[in-house]
């Protein structure tokens, strides 16, 4: 037994630590176990829910500290064996009063700052200088800026290594994307909320924004970012299977680095400059074709039919062979009519309809159009890699002409 008295203390010494500099951490932007308070706001909006949360927090505590400092008083000093007797609560109409009155202060008290807080956060148009439009998909998301001539897909780019526990995770885990929404700051940037498929939900909490993205409904919000920094959201509304694969990273910067960012998106990452002639007419080696098309596997596809290509029984058709896809008959018959299923897999069946699938999507499943995000050349390289890969041998390659020749 150890002689020190106060033992009993040091875990709470330590637990005391380990919060603070978690608390620490969480104000430097990395996430943290324990984080207890919300994020440090940028924007004008975050900074005021950061005030009215903590001013809540604080009448609530100062509530706390009254009440029970007079109910452990009562207990103490007004206890039976003292000779007192239970009160009757109707001995002063003045106290009743008095009571009631307070609490009605305090609620107009915190309802005005929060319902001004409202009001500023539906309000995008003064002053807006940049349209952004935020479209939630299955599961990634899409931003366009429609005056630039922008658009392109944001999805996770975590390795699935990290996924699958075979490597350490990094600090930002499921927390990255391979195309982050670059934004200026000092402007007032309008956001489109809206989604293609399911309800999404649009939550940046360092930017004081979340908002659900229906289908068929636009939901606006707006954001002025005060400094330059990356900050990291998260879907906010289950929406499938790969709800917690669809992270946020808004990158803010400063206004001349936004400018030269917009004209090198405008130069090149377009689908439409991407299938210029020269592009789609280039002819690739089978070794380049397949390790493009892994990447393009690996951001587009994994998150469905799996990095090994065995997909989700019953969900999410396996690309691999001798995978067969346990799905209920109603569906392998339904596939079946389509003629998509051809000897278990479409990707040892006919080039053309592989194409066609990928091209045009499944309607009325979760099988996207690929047509309208990816370039001619990203078609052909994933196509040509799930025929040679995981365990597919049929030697077909697909060139980016092709694609062209099927769109
Ligand atoms: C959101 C989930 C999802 C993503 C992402 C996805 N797929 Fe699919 N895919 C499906 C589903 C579901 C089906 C089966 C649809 C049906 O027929 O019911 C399918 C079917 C297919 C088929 C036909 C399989 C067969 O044998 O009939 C191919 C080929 C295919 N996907 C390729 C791709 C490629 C290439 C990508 C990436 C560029 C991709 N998929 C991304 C969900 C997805
Ligand atoms: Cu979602």
Same mark, same amino acid.
């Not at 203390?9 to 951490?25: E, H, I, T």
């Not at 349209?131 to 005056?147: A, C, E, F, I």
């Not at 489109?192 to 498929?197: A, E, G, K, V």
């Given at each position: 037994?150890?002689?020190?008295?106060?033992?009993?203390?040091?875990?709470?010494?330590?637990?005391?630590?380990?919060?603070?500099?978690?608390?620490?951490?969480?104000?430097?932007?990395?996430?943290?176990d324990?984080?207890?308070?919300?994020?440090?706001?940028?924007?004008?909006?975050?900074?005021?829910?950061?005030?009215?949360?903590?001013?809540?927090?604080?009448?609530?505590?100062?509530?706390?500290?009254v009440?029970?400092?007079?109910?452990?008083?009562?207990?103490?000093?007004?206890?039976?064996?003292?000779?007192y007797?239970?009160?009757?609560?109707?001995e002063?109409?003045?106290?009743?009063?008095?009571?009631?009155?307070?609490?009605?202060?305090?609620?107009?008290?915190m309802?005005?700052?929060a319902?001004s807080?409202?009001?500023?956060?539906?309000?995008?148009?003064?002053?807006?200088?940049?349209?952004?439009?935020? %479209?939630?998909?299955? +599961?990634?998301?899409?931003?366009?800026?429609? @005056?630039?001539?922008?658009? =392109?897909?944001? !999805?996770? #780019?975590?390795?699935?290594?990290?996924?699958?526990?075979?490597?350490?995770?990094?600090p930002?885990?499921?927390?990255?994307?391979?195309?982050?929404?670059?934004?200026?700051?000092?402007?007032?940037?309008?956001?489109?909320?809206?989604?293609?498929?399911?309800?999404?939900?649009?939550?940046?909490?360092?930017?004081g924004?979340?908002?659900?993205?229906?289908?068929?409904?636009?939901?606006?919000?707006?954001?002025?970012?005060?400094?330059?920094?990356?900050?990291?959201?998260q879907?906010?509304?289950?929406?499938?299977?790969?709800?917690?694969?669809?992270?946020?990273?808004?990158?803010?910067?400063?206004?001349?680095?936004?400018?030269?960012?917009?004209?090198?998106?405008?130069?090149?990452?377009?689908i439409?400059?991407?299938?210029?002639?020269?592009? %789609?007419?280039?002819? +690739?080696?089978?070794?380049?074709?397949?390790? @493009?098309?892994?990447?393009? =596997?690996?951001? !587009?596809? #994994?998150?469905?039919?799996?990095?090994?290509?065995?997909?989700?029984?019953?969900?999410?058709?396996?690309?691999?062979?001798?995978?067969?896809?346990?799905?209920a008959?109603?569906?392998?018959?339904?596939?079946?009519?389509?003629?998509?299923?051809?000897?278990?897999?479409?990707?040892?069946?006919?080039?053309?309809?592989h194409?066609?699938?990928?091209?045009?999507?499944?309607?009325?499943?979760?099988?996207?159009?690929?047509?309208?995000?990816?370039?001619?050349?990203?078609?052909?390289?994933?196509?040509?890699?799930?025929?040679?890969?995981?365990?597919?041998?049929?030697?077909?390659?697909?060139q980016?002409?092709?694609?062209?020749?099927?769109?």
């Open positions: 037994m150890s002689t020190c008295r106060y033992r009993r203390l040091v875990p709470f010494g330590l637990g005391l630590l380990a919060l603070l500099s978690n608390v620490a951490r969480a104000a430097s932007g990395v996430p943290s324990w984080g207890i308070n919300i994020q440090p706001p940028v924007t004008p909006i975050a900074q005021d829910i950061m005030h009215l949360h903590m001013m809540v927090f604080y009448i609530c505590v100062g509530i706390f500290v009440v029970a400092g007079f109910m452990f008083y009562s207990i103490i000093f007004h206890r039976k064996s003292r000779g007797r239970p009160a009757t609560f109707h002063s109409t003045t106290v009743e009063i008095i009571w009631t009155i307070i609490p009605f202060v305090i609620l107009i008290a309802a005005i700052p319902t807080t409202l009001l500023k956060i539906v309000n995008t148009r003064p002053g807006t200088q940049l349209l952004v439009k935020v %479209t939630g998909y299955q +599961w990634k998301w899409r931003y366009s800026y429609p @005056k630039q001539h922008i658009a =392109f897909f944001s !999805s996770l #780019s975590t390795p699935l290594a990290q996924i699958d526990d075979k490597a350490p995770k990094n930002h885990f499921l927390l990255q994307v391979n195309h982050p929404l670059v934004l200026p700051v000092n402007e007032k940037v309008r956001f489109l909320i809206t989604s293609n498929d399911v309800i999404h939900g649009w939550w940046v909490p360092a930017l924004i979340q908002d659900d993205a229906i289908p068929g409904f636009i939901h606006e919000g707006w954001a002025t970012i005060l400094k330059p920094g990356v900050y990291r959201g879907c906010a509304q289950l929406c499938g299977a790969g709800h917690g694969f669809m992270p946020i990273v808004v990158k803010a910067v400063p206004q001349a680095q936004f400018v030269s960012w917009v004209k090198k998106e405008q130069a090149g990452e377009q439409a400059s991407a299938n210029s002639a020269a592009a %789609t007419s280039k002819v +690739w080696t089978k070794a380049a074709l397949m390790t @493009k098309g892994k990447q393009v =596997f690996q951001t !587009s596809c #994994s998150v469905c039919h799996q990095a090994s290509g065995q997909g989700v029984p019953g969900m999410f058709p396996p690309i691999s062979a001798g995978h067969p896809f346990n799905a008959p109603t569906l392998t018959a339904k596939l079946a009519r389509r003629g998509f299923y051809k000897g278990g897999k479409i990707v040892e069946g006919p080039v053309a309809k194409i066609d699938i990928v091209l045009n999507g499944i309607s009325g499943t979760p099988m996207p159009a690929w047509g309208p995000q990816l370039s001619n050349a990203a078609i052909a390289a994933v196509i040509t890699y799930e025929r040679n890969a995981f365990g597919n041998h049929t030697g077909d390659i697909v980016p002409s092709q694609i062209q020749a099927a769109r």
